[in-house]
């Protein structure tokens, strides 16, 4: 089955830049679709990002919380899908995850709603201090 293991989070002050990783496998890059997603203590799973696996232009989606802030990016020579945040602020804080699912034909809306991917990772944590 599909595989996700996420790296890169921290304590970062407000203002400040993190990268996101997660190495992927055991998905068809051609199929593919993945995302990352974050949970706050006490609220609701939202989702983030979502691309491509083959990172075609223009399949990118972006929450409008974190849209020209945050860049998401897949290397698949590395098996890695990417999230690079920039100013990040308090409401950026908690768990994040990257997820996938092996079919990518799916509509726009529906790219960043958790039902939509079977497979995830453990998460990672991302704390913003002021």
């Known amino acids: 089955g599909i595989r996700l293991v996420e790296s890169g989070g921290g304590s970062v002050q407000a203002g400040g830049s993190l990268r996101l990783s997660c190495v992927g496998s055991?998905?068809?890059?051609?199929?593919?679709?993945l995302a990352w997603f974050r949970q706050a203590p006490g609220g609701k799973r939202e989702g983030v990002a979502a691309?491509?696996?083959?990172?075609?232009?223009?399949?990118?989606v972006y929450a409008d919380s974190v849209k020209g802030r945050f860049t998401i990016s897949v290397d698949n020579a590395n098996n890695t899908l990417a999230l690079q945040m920039n100013s990040l602020n308090s409401d950026d804080a908690g768990l994040y995850y990257c997820?996938?699912?092996?079919?990518?034909?799916?509509?726009?809306?529906?790219?960043?709603?958790?039902?939509?991917?079977?497979?995830w990772g453990q998460g990672t944590q991302v704390t913003v201090s002021s």
């Open positions: 055991g998905y068809s890059v051609s199929n593919a679709l």
């Open positions: 997820a996938a699912t092996s079919y990518k034909w799916i509509a726009r809306t529906a790219k960043l709603v958790p039902p939509t991917y079977p497979y």
């Open positions: 691309i491509d696996a083959d990172g075609t232009g223009g399949s990118t």
